[in-house]
């Protein structure tokens, strides 16, 4: 992963139907990194099987027309992957929901300190100074 988002539903969000949230959850991701999405093809992984369908729902109400048009900007690809085989990343659970967690000793980094030669030091100088 390169970059992270999050949102926190409104309280009328919260009673979205799960489909209605998990699709939120993409437009606002859609949202956050259009600059990088438009215009470019890419693939939409999920593991919400419904969102694959959207093109093909026969009715929308307005809120998902509105997000429907606003997905048509982009060249995606849905992609389902089954709950069982989508290993999900640590930062996508919440740690309270876990009965044991195991911290890891923090690794500090440690610094070296080389000489340099002051052959090597005048040749570099020499080479900065050449260099266009």
């Known amino acids: 992963p390169i970059a992270f ?3 926190k539903f409104s309280g009328a969000e919260i009673r979205y139907t799960t489909g209605e949230q998990e699709l939120l959850a993409v437009i606002h991701a ?3 990194w259009r600059c990088y999405l438009e215009g470019r093809p890419f693939t939409l992984k999920t593991d ?3 969102l694959t369908f959207l093109q093909s729902v026969p009715t929308l109400n307005r809120r998902q ?7 048509a ?3 995606c690809v849905w992609e389902h992957i089954a709950g069982r085989i989508n290993i999900a990343d640590a930062l996508s659970r919440h740690p309270s929901l876990h009965a044991a967690i195991l911290v890891a ?3 500090r980094p440690r610094s070296t300190e080389t000489p340099l030669s002051v052959d090597l030091a005048e040749r570099l ?3 900065y100074a050449s260099d266009p």
């Open 105 to 107: 000793p923090v690794l």
């Open 65 to 71: 027309a509105r997000w429907m048009e606003f997905l």
């Open 48 to 50: 919400h099987k419904p």
């Open 73 to 75: 900007r982009f060249d």
């Open 5 to 7: 988002t999050s949102k």
């Open 125 to 127: 100088k020499a080479a």
């Open 30 to 32: 859609l949202k956050e």
